[in-house]
């Protein structure tokens, strides 16, 4: 026998192994579950881990999982798009910037009466503001 085909045996016998297999023991240990029995300091638990489904329900997950699955991508390149579309308003305001003056309005008669007042040795106004220093009161 060459060695191809005893690889080729080898294998087959590890892959039949493997699919028969199904049937194997799950221990809890604690938080983790692992396919050998436990430490003997844990109290470990064997698990039924045998999925309960028949072949029919676990053919309709698949198709399921599968729409829910091609819905996501569409739902996705949707929103994709829509974000391309969105145009900003209006330039960021940066700190310390002045906002754009809005256009000319009509002046309403009266508007300045009550602001006629001004006083006269007031200070202009910095651009940016300025915090008053901390005063301790203890």
Not at 78 to 106: C, D, F, T
Request: glycine share 6%; net charge positive; proline share 9%.
């Amino acid at each position: 026998m060459s060695n191809f085909a005893r690889f080729c045996l080898l294998a087959l016998a590890c892959g039949a192994g493997v699919a028969w297999g199904g049937n194997q023991k799950v221990y809890r240990c604690g938080q983790t579950y692992q396919q050998v029995p436990c430490a003997t300091d844990t109290a470990g638990q064997a698990v039924d881990a045998e999925d309960p489904r028949n072949a029919e329900q676990r053919k309709d997950a698949r198709v399921s999982a599968a729409a829910d699955k091609r819905q996501a991508k569409t739902l996705a390149t949707e929103r994709v798009q829509r974000e391309k579309a969105i145009q900003p308003q209006q330039a960021p305001l940066v700190i310390g910037q002045k906002p754009a003056e809005p256009a000319a309005s009509v002046p309403t008669p009266g508007a300045n009466q009550s602001h006629s007042k001004k006083r006269k040795n007031k200070a202009p106004e910095p651009d940016r503001y300025v915090a008053p220093p901390p005063t301790h009161k203890r």
